[in-house]
């Protein structure tokens, strides 16, 4: 099973944020899926998260700015902010948890990672 992000980059201080993440792999269903970040020097944090009834949770910080959205036919999460602010500036990771085809194993999946920075 893999997760990969798209979007991230660059962002000027009160732009818009678009990241998305698609799944591929020997995937039945896929239960809660969400997006974390890291800042430097920081522990990762929860910024949304989306579970498969589509209840959703944001981190206080991001609250009212973001918005997590998930497409099941295409296996993918997306999130989407707005007014960024450089404590936004983070690297942001993919999250899903998997239930694999014909078989009872669930996974913890991660993305790779995506750098998004909030300057001038």
Do not use: F
């Amino acid at each position: 099973v893999q997760l990969v992000e798209s979007g991230g980059g660059l962002v000027q201080p009160g732009g818009p944020l678009r990241l998305s993440c698609a799944a591929s792999g020997s995937i039945a269903t896929i239960n809660d899926m969400a997006w974390y970040r890291q800042a430097a020097g920081k522990q990762r944090e929860l910024v949304a998260s989306i579970t498969n009834g589509g209840t959703t949770k944001y981190a206080d910080s991001v609250k009212g700015r973001a918005t997590i959205s998930r497409d099941d036919a295409k296996l993918a999460v997306n999130l989407k902010m707005n007014s960024l602010e450089p404590e936004d500036t983070a690297d942001y990771y993919c999250y899903a948890y998997v239930v694999r085809r014909a078989s009872p194993v669930r996974l913890h999946c991660w993305g790779q990672g995506t750098q998004v920075t909030v300057s001038p």
